[in-house]
């Protein structure tokens, strides 16, 4: 049995119970292949596989808190530190009803590859809890993040883990997180990324994760003699990396005609009103299908949908496994040219192989969505240097590192044969630089 084969063997046996970590490492083994091939023995001799696809830890903890009746509840938090070899721990915080140790895992691990795609010095991380601030009021949701962060803090830091944002996480939690940081710590540091302007936080963070989708989209399209201008673009999602992907999108030239949230999908053939979806999702939080009290012409579809609109750049930002066989069925059918992932993991092993079987280009999300982490990142650097850099200088910052992270995974992928092949292009990048640090730190 190959090395591969018996790592991924391992695995499966000792986490059966974790459907989304196995399918994020089976990706991701199966297409570094040819460059663990290429050192088996060096490798194998050093356990590298078998040391990248654990964690270094998983802290998990309860989190009692008590509402606006006076209900006390508990609910669970998990951090999961999972490579530091080349740099701090970093890793947003997502709150949502599904968080699990399996959801949990799958993302750290994505983290690692992602973090090191940017070229900046920062290793990989996830946490959360299953709370769900949806319906719950603003002491509610603070009094959680304190009982969370009581708890947390004792394992991170500026130089040590570096959490951000997630689903469910967004100023108001980091506020809440960081304030409550300072007060048992007794510091002021970067500990967290995502933060208001007023205490630490760096512009354009807001608009990074979809400004950066878009700028990947971008210079995908050119190297293949393609724009966005006059393009069809439909998005998943109406959170913040579909908001912003959207505003990149029409400043691109391109019609972006879907938006959805968990309750439904909307689809405007006019183009979004971008303005209004801000209205309702970042002021009112309301649900997505209010769209269409302003906009009679537009149609709301309650459930699943979006991936059977026309359209010749696909963007999923929603969640997980969002984007099914069938539906890449649909999308090729459509003509649709270009998928790339604003979510983490959102196209599952079965409708990534048929886009790319069907020569549709995809880009995974450890490449496609990792302008966010690379912002954070940039927050670091301010926060170190007690600097605040100006939008367009983050931003010019910003672009530059999607044009790197695109130059690095296709480049990658003709070095080894599989020229087009994104995937590949992006596990293999991440994996060889974390893999030379790993090598240098020894066995640890």
């Given at each position: 049995m190959?090395?591969?084969?018996?790592?991924?063997?391992d695995?499966?046996?000792?986490?059966?119970?974790?459907?989304?970590?196995?399918?994020?490492?089976?990706?991701?083994?199966?297409?570094?292949a040819?460059?663990?091939?290429?050192?088996?023995?060096i490798y194998e001799?050093?356990?590298?596989?078998e040391?990248?696809t654990?964690?270094?830890?998983?802290?998990?903890?309860?989190i009692?808190?008590?509402?606006?009746k006076?209900?006390?509840?508990?609910?669970?938090?998990?951090?999961?530190q999972?490579?530091n070899?080349?740099g701090?721990?970093k890793g947003?915080i997502?709150?949502?009803?599904s968080?699990?140790?399996s959801?949990?895992k799958f993302l750290?691990?994505?983290?690692?590859f992602?973090?090191?795609l940017t070229?900046?010095?920062?290793g990989?991380?996830?946490?959360?809890?299953?709370f769900?601030?949806?319906?719950?009021s603003?002491?509610?949701?603070?009094?959680f993040?304190?009982?969370f962060?009581t708890?947390?803090?004792?394992?991170?830091g500026?130089?040590?883990?570096?959490p951000?944002?997630d689903?469910?996480?967004?100023?108001?939690?980091?506020?809440y997180?960081?304030?409550?940081?300072?007060?048992?710590?007794?510091?002021?540091?970067?500990?967290?990324?995502?933060?208001?302007?007023?205490?630490?936080?760096?512009l354009?963070?807001?608009?990074?994760?979809?400004?950066?989708?878009?700028?990947?989209?971008?210079e995908l399209?050119?190297?293949h003699?393609?724009?966005?201008e006059?393009?069809t673009?439909?998005?998943?999602?109406?959170?913040?990396?579909?908001?912003y992907?959207?505003?990149?999108a029409?400043?691109?030239g391109?019609k972006?005609?879907t938006?959805?949230?968990?309750?439904?999908?909307?689809y405007?053939k006019?183009?979004?009103?971008?303005a209004?979806v801000?209205?309702?999702?970042?002021?009112r939080?309301?649900?997505?299908?209010?769209?269409t009290?302003?906009?009679p012409?537009a149609?709301?579809?309650e459930?699943?949908?979006v991936?059977?609109?026309?359209?010749?750049?696909?963007?999923?930002c929603?969640?997980?496994?969002e984007?099914?066989?069938?539906?890449?069925?649909?999308?090729v059918?459509n003509?649709?040219?270009a998928v790339?992932?604003g979510?983490?993991?959102?196209?599952t092993?079965?409708?990534?192989?048929i886009?790319?079987?069907?020569?549709?280009m995809?880009?995974?999300g450890?490449?496609?969505?990792?302008?966010?982490v690379a912002?954070?990142?940039l927050?670091?650097?301010?926060?170190?240097?007690?600097?605040?850099?100006?939008?367009?200088?983050?931003?010019?910052k910003?672009?530059?590192i999607?044009k790197?992270i695109?130059?690095?995974?296709s480049?990658?992928?003709?070095?080894?044969g599989?020229?087009?092949?994104?995937?590949a292009?992006?596990?293999?990048?991440?994996?060889?630089?974390v893999v030379?640090a790993?090598?240098?730190?020894?066995?640890?």
């Open positions: 190959k090395y591969i084969d018996r790592v991924y063997a695995l499966q046996k000792k986490y059966a119970n974790q459907p989304e970590f196995l399918q994020a490492v089976r990706e991701v083994l199966e297409s570094i040819p460059a663990v091939e290429k050192n088996e023995e001799k050093n356990a590298i596989l040391r990248i654990e964690p270094d830890r998983i802290i998990s903890f309860k009692p808190w008590v509402d606006d006076g209900q006390a509840h508990v609910n669970i938090g998990y951090r999961v999972f490579n070899s080349i701090p721990y947003g997502r709150l949502h009803p968080v699990n140790p959801i949990m750290g691990f994505e983290q690692v992602k973090n090191s070229s900046l010095p920062i990989g991380a996830k946490g959360g809890s299953d769900d601030p949806k319906g719950k603003d002491r509610e949701v603070m009094a993040c304190q009982s962060m708890e947390l803090y004792k394992y991170i500026a130089d040590v883990d570096v951000a944002g689903i469910g996480t967004g100023a108001r939690e980091i506020g997180f960081f304030g409550q940081y300072k007060r048992i710590r007794g510091v002021y540091e970067g500990v967290l990324t995502g933060k208001g302007l007023s205490y630490g936080g760096s354009a963070r807001k608009e990074a994760t979809g400004y950066g989708l878009l700028y990947i989209v971008d399209l050119k190297d003699g393609d724009t966005l006059g393009k673009v439909v998005i998943s999602g109406a959170g913040n990396v579909a908001i992907a959207a505003e990149k029409t400043q691109l391109g972006v005609v938006m959805s949230d968990s309750t439904g999908w909307i405007d006019n183009g979004i009103d971008l209004l801000k209205e309702i999702k970042e002021v939080r309301a649900r997505i299908s209010e769209y009290k302003a906009h012409e149609v709301y579809t459930g699943r949908g991936w059977s609109v026309p359209c010749d750049v696909a963007l999923p929603a969640t997980q496994n984007l099914l066989e069938e539906d890449a069925k649909i999308l059918a003509g649709c040219k790339c992932e979510a983490n993991m959102p196209t092993i079965e409708a990534t192989k886009l790319q079987e069907s020569g549709v995809f880009v995974p450890k490449a496609a969505n990792a302008g966010g912002t954070s990142a927050e670091m650097s301010q926060n170190s240097e007690r600097l605040s850099w100006s939008f367009e200088e983050v931003d010019e910003l672009h530059g999607m790197n695109y130059k690095n995974i480049s990658t992928a003709k070095k080894y599989m020229e087009g092949n994104y995937v292009g992006a596990n293999i990048a991440g994996f060889e630089k030379d790993m090598l240098a730190h020894g066995v640890c």
